[in-house]
């Protein structure tokens, strides 16, 4: 089934203002603080953010800024309950030497440069980049219908682009949800098979620091001392 996971979070567990301690905004990055201490990032892509939380209460899910929002609420209320067994890099876990035709969408520069140092040449699109690391967009549906592996960004679920993307690729296609604004539920796998893991972040709680850092425009690389890399499997 193909279907928003904001529109399907939203229907379950819906918003509440009254959850929300502080939250952040900055140039790359918007940061939530539950009451808990719990603590959610969603990527910002640049965009301008102005919004008003009581506009959450009725979403418009054409809206960036409400998306983004939820997207950081969801992360923040949701990543928290899974018990990790251990802090985990996507390319510690996943042997993607076995994948051929790997796609990526969103470049992940850490990922890929292991990649390549180990002999794999992931195909690589971003919106935000043109070198010599990316392929021109207009290649992307192309190469989608021929991959058996994909690294989609989180950010996509953001941008909405996520469902275009999950539609072009094979239905054996393996997909791998990567990035801070990672929502770490298991009820991602029942509407969306094809994802086989999500790799996201936790944060200590009531980290002001890092919601300071955030407000100052750090991205990943800016506070990545922060989190604990984790990830969730699809076992269904």
Request: charged share 20%; aromatic share 14%.
């Amino acid at each position: 089934m193909n279907t928003d996971p904001l529109k399907m979070f939203y229907c379950k567990y819906g918003f509440k203002q009254s959850d929300i301690l502080k939250y952040s905004i900055g140039e790359n990055y918007l940061a939530i603080m539950l009451n808990n201490g719990c603590i959610g990032v969603a990527a910002s892509l640049k965009n301008k953010i102005t919004i008003e939380i009581s506009e959450l209460n009725s979403p418009n899910f054409n809206r960036f800024e409400h998306r983004l929002f939820l997207m950081g609420y969801y992360n923040a209320l949701l990543n928290y309950k899974n018990t990790y067994e251990t802090e985990a890099d996507i390319f510690k876990v996943i042997g993607f030497e076995k994948y051929k035709n790997l796609v990526m969408v969103g470049l992940f520069e850490s990922l890929y440069k292991n990649l390549k140092n180990n002999g794999i040449s992931p195909i690589v699109f971003d919106q935000g980049k043109n070198d010599d690391r990316t392929q021109p967009m207009e290649k992307q549906k192309e190469f989608l219908k021929n991959t058996n592996a994909l690294i989609l960004t989180s950010t996509s679920i953001i941008n909405g682009s996520y469902i275009n993307l999950i539609r072009q690729i094979p239905q054996n296609c393996d997909v791998f949800m990567l990035g801070p604004s990672g929502i770490l539920s298991k009820e991602m796998f029942y509407f969306f098979p094809n994802i086989s893991y999500i790799f996201g972040s936790v944060f200590n709680k009531f980290d002001y620091d890092l919601l300071e850092l955030i407000e100052r425009g750090a991205g990943t690389k800016g506070f990545l001392n922060h989190l604990k890399k984790v990830y969730i499997k699809n076992e269904l």
